[in-house]
């Protein structure tokens, strides 16, 4: 699942007319980078959910057929934060009758990660469903965000150790992890990681390379500039 549904409100005056998620950084559109690094590692089937705008998304990107993949979306009314967001598209993300751990990825980031070993990452939760409720990719702490979010200990992230580091926007998720959020509730994603964590329900890996939060108009610059740089060379 790729989360696309927020408003980019310090984006604007970018996004007075176009979704966050279909600004343009190099040749493509923040989402399309996304798009192309899950297709490149075999997933396949895409969620897209979207609210601001997210018309315009379904437009830009259509079924998939253009990127080699199939995409679904989850339209919103409502602002769902995260974990509301994952919980309403949910019976597109799994089934009652084989629930699957799943991936899910922030739109707006730009990251270099390779997801291909995630799909080994997937198969071992789905034998530690209760174990495991989710495992996150970390990385360093950028200047914007210099407090962090979690700390990695050995395989597990915690609330508590010595060095903290930044939640990339990329996780695996069992959906029980969710069974506290109804359908259509608005519900942020740390309070249900932080409670996972208390019973060593989340592991982690750390991510040395290239990623970046786009979430001003300088840092979207900022990545502009790398990538054509990089299209040079």
Known sequence: MILAAGQGKRMR???DNLPKPLLKAGKHALIEYQIFNLARAGFMDIVI???????????????????GVRIHYSPETLVLETAGGIVNAMHLLTNPQQTMPFLVVNGDIYCEFDYAPLRATLDTMQTQAKQRLAHLILVDNPAHHPEGDFFLQHEYVTSVGTKKL??????????????????GEAAKLAPL?????????VTGEYFSGRWIDVGTPERLQQ?????KVQAQS
């Open 13 to 15: 005056p970018l996004t």
């Open 49 to 67: 959910n979207h609210a601001y705008l997210g018309t315009m998304i379904e437009e830009a990107l259509g079924n998939g057929d253009q990127y």
């Open 166 to 183: 930044t939640f990339s926007g990329i996780g695996l998720y069992q959906s029980q992890i969710f069974h506290t959020v109804a359908p």
């Open 193 to 201: 990681l932080r409670q996972a964590m208390q019973n060593n329900q």
């Open 223 to 227: 990545l502009d500039n790398h990538l």
